[in-house]
C-alpha cells in the first residue's frame, strides 16, 4: 500500500507525508516542557514582581542607659529588643522620605479588603507598617520621645501597631517596669502615635489550648482592651485586628479567630504580598532582632511599593 501511494505521489506530483512516530513524540514532549517551564517562569515573575508591604515585627527597645529597661522577667526578650539608637536612625530616615505609616486597619481597609479608595494624599508614598508586641514597658518609656522629636523636627507624625496583651498590662495598685499600663497606652494612642491591636489575653500559644480558652484569650483581650481606652476611641477601632502569639495558628484558631477579628498575622519573617490575597488570617510579617540594623531594615523598607494608583493590583 505505501509504495501504491508514493507511485501515486509521483505522478501527480503530490508531496508524501511521512509519519514518525517517535519523533512526533519527542516534539510533544519538549512543547509540554517548554510551555511548562513558560507557566513556572510567568508565575515566578508575578510573585517576585507584585505589590509589597513590609510589615516590621519589634518586641522591646533597649534604652540608651538602661540596656534592658523591662527585660528581666522573660528569657527571650534581650536577644529580640531593639536598640534605641538603631530605630531612630530608622524611623528618621523612614520620616524623612515620606514613608507612610499604616495602621492595621488602613492595612486591611486599602489593601488586604480592598474596601476603600487610597487617599489621594497617600498616592505616592510608599506604605509601611511598624508593629510592636506583648506590651514592653520600654515602647513607651523609649520610643515615644523618639516620635515626637522627629515629629517636631520634620513636621510629620509617625505610628507604631501595638499587638497587647491585656492580661500582663500593669496595674494601677501594681505598677511594673516590664509592661505597659493602662495609662500608657491612653497617652499614646491620644498623641496619635499608638494602633492598639491585640496579641491574645495572656500571650498563650493558641494552638496549644482548649476551644473554651482559645474563645476566652481571644474575646477577653478584645473587651478589655477595648475597656481600656473607652472614652477616647470608638471601640471598632481597637482590638479589631489580632497578631497570633508565637506566630502559631492553624485551621481552628484561624476560624475562631474570625468570630472577633478582620484580620490576624504570623510572625513568619515573610514580605506581604497583598494582592489577590486569599486568607486574611495569614497575614505575613518580618521578624526583627538586633541582629539587623537600621540600615538592613532601610533597605527593607525600600522593597515596598510606591502607591501611584487607587488599586495597585
Known sequence: MTAVIERLA???????????????LRFSVRVLLATAVLIL??????????????????HGIQGLNNPQPGMTQTPIAPKMSYPQAEIEKLLDYLVSHHYWFLSAQ????????????????HL?????????????????QNLVPIFE???????????????VNPGTLAQPNKPSTTYLSCNDLRAGFQS?????????????????????????????????LRACLAGIAPPDAIATHIAYPFGASN???????AHYYQSAFLYNSRILRFCHLKNHYALSRLSVNQAKSAQRLIEMAERSTVMQHQHPC
Open 10 to 24: 509521483r505522478l501527480k506530483r503530490i508531496p508524501t507525508v511521512s509519519f514518525h512516530p517517535q519523533k512526533s
Open 41 to 58: 517562569a510567568t508565575s515566578l515573575f508575578s510573585y517576585l514582581t507584585a505589590p509589597r508591604i513590609p510589615i516590621l515585627g519589634f
Open 106 to 121: 488602613e492595612l486591611y481597609d486599602f489593601f488586604i479588603a480592598e474596601t476603600q479608595e487610597i487617599p489621594p494624599e
Open 124 to 140: 505616592g508614598q510608599k506604605p509601611i507598617l511598624l508593629s510592636f508586641d506583648d506590651s514592653y514597658k520600654s515602647v513607651y
Open 149 to 163: 522629636k522627629l515629629e517636631a523636627k520634620y513636621g510629620q507624625k509617625a505610628k507604631a501597631v501595638l499587638f
Open 192 to 224: 496619635g502615635f499608638y494602633d492598639i491591636q491585640s496579641h491574645g489575653l495572656n500571650h498563650k500559644n493558641l494552638t496549644q489550648i482548649s476551644p473554651a480558652d482559645l474563645t476566652t484569650e481571644l474575646a477577653a483581650a478584645q473587651t478589655q
Open 251 to 257: 485551621p481552628q484558631v484561624e476560624a475562631a479567630t
